[in-house]
């Protein structure tokens, strides 16, 4: 079984799935509203969306014909705890985090 931090990271590493985040901080969202945006099929978005749903930072509910998603910040919760142990990094710096690792492994 995966350490649950790194489902999260994974997930996290997507520049798609940060956005799908930051769309549902505002709100619930029906599954069709969350890939109205991005140039992509519903059925990629719904790949970005299960890897979320995997990684617990967004839970799934249907209701009749719609599903919807709903941001889960628990999870952020444990990511943003794991790095403020770093003491040089924001509780929700994702971005900045990205660019040490980038620079530490690159």
């Known amino acids: 079984m995966p350490d649950p931090l790194d489902l999260i990271f994974a997930a996290l590493a997507d520049p798609t799935r940060r956005a ?14 969350v890939a109205a945006p991005f140039q992509m099929s519903l059925a990629a978005v719904s790949k970005h969306l299960q890897v979320l749903v995997a990684a617990g ?5 249907q209701q009749g014909r719609v599903r919807w998603c709903r941001l889960e910040p628990d999870a952020l919760r444990r ?9 040089q990094f924001d509780p ?13 492994l690159g």
């Open 20 to 33: 799908i985040l930051s769309m549902l901080l505002e709100d619930d969202m029906a599954v069709s509203d």
């Open 57 to 61: 930072l967004v839970t799934q509910e």
């Open 79 to 87: 990511a943003s705890v794991w790095m403020q142990g770093f003491g």
């Open 92 to 104: 929700m710096d994702l971005d900045a985090f990205e660019r040490f690792l980038k620079a530490e």
